[in-house]
């Protein structure tokens, strides 16, 4: 089983931006769709984007197209999440997460490897 380990959250003002980092050991992120999602407070974990390490196809949640870009770093087993423009709507908790696979929409089911998040906090 892969193991994950996320940085890069903090405390950054509406409009800046952030890069998240999910380093991968154990197993190679190439075999995984890896996954950020997020939780804020009172609320579930959502899906932010995917990244699939055979096809390096993406999805992105409505909520982030055109902000959030998500990459991967086959030689560092590195998964990224660069955050631009962001809202204090993102505030929230982000989980790296790595799927075998998934028919459909990406859900939190379908991943079965988790970091234990980093906290991006948007002042307004």
């Known amino acids: 089983q892969v193991q994950l380990v996320e940085s890069g959250g903090g405390l950054v003002q509406a409009g800046g931006s952030l890069r998240l980092s999910c380093a991968a050991s154990?197993?190679?992120?190439?075999?995984?769709?890896m996954g950020w999602f997020r939780q804020a407070p009172g609320k579930e974990r959502d899906i932010v984007a995917t990244?699939?390490?055979?096809?390096?196809?993406?999805y992105y949640a409505d909520s982030v197209k055109g902000r959030f870009t998500i990459s991967g770093d086959n030689a560092k087993n590195t998964v990224y999440l660069q955050m631009t423009n962001l809202k204090p709507e993102d505030t929230a908790v982000y989980y790296c997460?790595?799927?075998?696979?998934?028919?459909?929409?990406?859900?939190?089911?379908?991943?079965?490897?988790w970091g234990q998040g980093t906290q991006v906090t948007v002042s307004s």
């Open positions: 997460a790595a799927s075998s696979g998934f028919f459909g929409s990406p859900r939190v089911a379908d991943f079965g490897s």
């Open positions: 154990g197993r190679t992120i190439s075999n995984y769709v």
């Open positions: 990244l699939s390490g055979t096809s390096r196809s993406t």
